[in-house]
């Protein structure tokens, strides 16, 4: 049995710290989006991977892995968005066994609109504290837990969708 390697005083706090961060983060990021935008984050994440999609369009099953979310939860979330007009669902015509989620034009104006705050919030809380450097070093680090996280993501770094 291999001996338990205990986490240093240094490892413990930046532990705590990424623990807090992937706590308050979510939040403050959901808060600004509901407040601004009357979108959710996940909503908004969802709406802003179809836009970036061609044909703004994408495979149902594609589109849960690419929002990290669950088809149950995705099924129900775009079963709201059609409720308000954002996005429209259909069968796929490639195979006619799967559902398609597609930006309406109403979707992409509310995407388009809650963008720019979104971006603000993202840039003010997680870039601008940071200085060049310590950015491309937080994107290397998360590009090497996420290896060991989720390796079969194929999260390669030019991505924009990881």
Known sequence: MEETRW???EEQQVWRRLMHLVTVLPAALDGQ???DAEL??????????LSETPGRSRRMSDLAGLVNGSQSRLSHLVGRLERRGLVHRERST?????????????????????APGHVAQVRSLVL?????EQI???GKSLAAMLGRIAPS????????TC
């Open 153 to 160: 993501d194929g999260c390669p770094e030019s991505s924009g």
């Open 7 to 9: 986490l240093t005083d």
């Open 136 to 138: 491309r070093q937080l």
């Open 40 to 49: 959710t984050h996940f909503e908004y994440l969802v709406l802003a991977m």
């Open 128 to 132: 601008d504290p940071l200085t060049p």
């Open 94 to 114: 490639e195979d006619g066994r799967g559902s398609v989620a597609m930006l309406t034009d109403a979707g992409w104006a509310a995407v388009a609109a809650a």
């Open 33 to 35: 989006l509901q407040r």
